[in-house]
């Protein structure tokens, strides 16, 4: 049996301050009392306070606002969802659609009117291409004739070290690797921890790459009801984990596509007690953490950060910063050495003048700058989407995420959602294509063909004249 997971002050306060906002002892919109009101109520140190408050602001759940306090921002209801009472799909072979391979070849994952320019480049690439450019420029001698270490720069992991320490995640440089994006160390973990024929349990909706890798893999699925406040339902996988030998957990905490979901802290305490009792390996796709809206939330390997951990983490700047930097990274706990390995097998090195190159720019103070600047950038663009969304005179349900790039539009019939949908979301696809418009059909996101009637829709993008008319004429597909 292991041992019980240590419980710190700040987050035995948390608890108990979340507890007050879902009894509505604080209700939506309503300021919590000061810190010093909450260190005396609670006989706490200011700093614990401040960290629990932050924690809560970081999941969503309270708004920072200055010099006026803290704020309740969600209603009680939609903290924790109610365990799923659906019935659970047996373990299945993965066959992702075609039709995923269309969307990428035209460029449309996060952009609904590919193609469009969007004006000078941020602040934030301008710094970036600088950075790289003078890595480049400084190559010594003879490195071209030299490959990098398996494991990545080390300059680079120095820099991913003290972010990561910074959101409560203590690792060693020899528990970081760099990879060719999130979807590479996805593929270096699941080749891992996995083998032909296991079964891995995934979100639902849940992200299509995902799909892909256990395709390739020729691992089973299990899809597991993911909900659009609270991310992947733990009760149900633990129904799941007492019917069938899942061996494999992938999970996005922070900001799940296509949902933009954050998972509370008990719910991830629940899930890493689950790994331990049932031997279970979790893969963490933390890639969109950096596009928090208030405070990053810490990653699940923050709870789960030993050598021997069952939490594999990986990440990139493809979310966060560019898509084509092709730079990532994976902690992987226990199966480590093993992805060190597969590595070398499959990419044999990465890129040392280009790990130079983002070290200096995290180091420089560009990454936090930018991602400053972002937040407020994706924030406005994702109001200006719910707003425009909330005027459709069809009946659906948007969520509303604290982060991300995108948000998980549900349509049901004019009498409501109860009914069965009358939108089907994969019809309307080579409608919208016929006007230049790319959407992201539901299906994609289950292995089952479910949420026909969804489809996913991103705010990475500014709403200027062109996006904005393409969302009226697809409004218009819709209605009619």
């Not at 406005?380 to 719910?386: G, V």
Request: proline share 6%; with cysteine.
């Amino acid at each position: 049996m292991s041992a019980p997971s240590r419980s710190y002050r700040y987050q035995d306060l948390e608890q108990k301050l979340l507890q007050g906002i879902q009894q509505q002892r604080w209700r939506l919109g309503e300021r919590l009392p000061s810190i010093r009101s909450l260190c005396e109520e609670f006989a706490a140190s200011k700093a614990t306070v401040q960290h629990a408050l932050q924690r809560l602001e970081a999941q969503g759940l309270l708004e920072a606002r200055p010099k006026s306090g803290f704020y309740v921002t969600l209603k009680p209801h939609t903290i924790r969802t109610p365990t799923t009472s659906a019935r659970l799909e047996p373990p299945r072979p993965v066959n992702v659609s075609e039709l995923l391979l269309d969307i990428m070849r035209r460029s449309a994952a996060f952009d609904i009117l590919p193609g469009r320019p969007s004006g000078d480049l941020p602040p934030g690439i301008v710094a970036l291409n600088r950075s790289i450019g003078r890595a480049l420029r400084r190559q010594r001698g003879d490195d071209y004739l030299y490959y990098d270490d398996p494991a990545g720069l080390l300059a680079l992991r120095s820099q991913l070290q003290l972010m990561l320490g910074r959101r409560g995640c203590a690792l060693e440089l020899d528990q970081i690797a760099i990879t060719c994006g999130c979807q590479n160390a996805l593929f270096l973990a699941l080749s891992a921890c996995c083998q032909p024929g296991d079964v891995v349990a995934v979100e639902s909706p849940g992200f299509y790459g995902v799909m892909q890798l256990l395709q390739q893999l020729q691992l089973q699925v299990i899809e597991i009801p993911a909900h659009a406040d609270s991310g992947m339902d733990i009760d149900a996988l633990e129904s799941a984990l007492q019917q069938w030998p899942i061996k494999a957990c992938v999970v996005s905490p922070a900001f799940a596509t296509p949902t933009g979901a954050l998972m509370p802290v008990p719910q991830r305490q629940q899930l890493l007690q689950l790994a331990d009792q049932h031997d279970l390996a979790i893969v963490e796709d933390d890639i969109y953490a950096d596009t928090a809206f208030n405070q990053i939330p810490d990653p699940l390997k923050a709870l789960d950060a030993g050598p021997n951990g069952r939490v594999i983490l990986c990440s990139s700047l493809s979310k966060s910063l560019s898509r084509d930097l092709r730079i990532g990274w994976v902690c992987g706990g226990r199966w480590h050495r093993q992805i060190l390995q597969l590595k070398m097998i499959t990419q044999l090195a990465s890129s040392r003048s280009l790990q130079q190159g983002i070290a200096d720019f995290i180091a420089e103070g560009h990454y936090s700058a930018h991602l400053k600047r972002q937040k407020y950038q994706l924030r406005y663009q994702r109001d200006q989407l719910l707003a425009y969304l909330r005027g459709w005179q069809t009946s659906h349900k948007i969520s509303v995420p604290e982060g991300g790039l995108a948000l998980w539009l549900e349509f049901g019939t004019k009498t409501g959602l109860q009914q069965p949908a009358d939108t089907d979301a994969l019809a309307l696809y080579p409608k919208a294509l016929q006007q230049k418009i790319v959407i992201t059909p539901g299906p994609l996101f289950s292995a089952s063909g479910q949420f026909g009637h969804c489809i996913r829709l991103s705010f990475a993008h500014d709403w200027n004249p062109q996006r904005l008319q393409a969302l009226t004429t697809l409004r218009g597909l819709m209605e009619t």
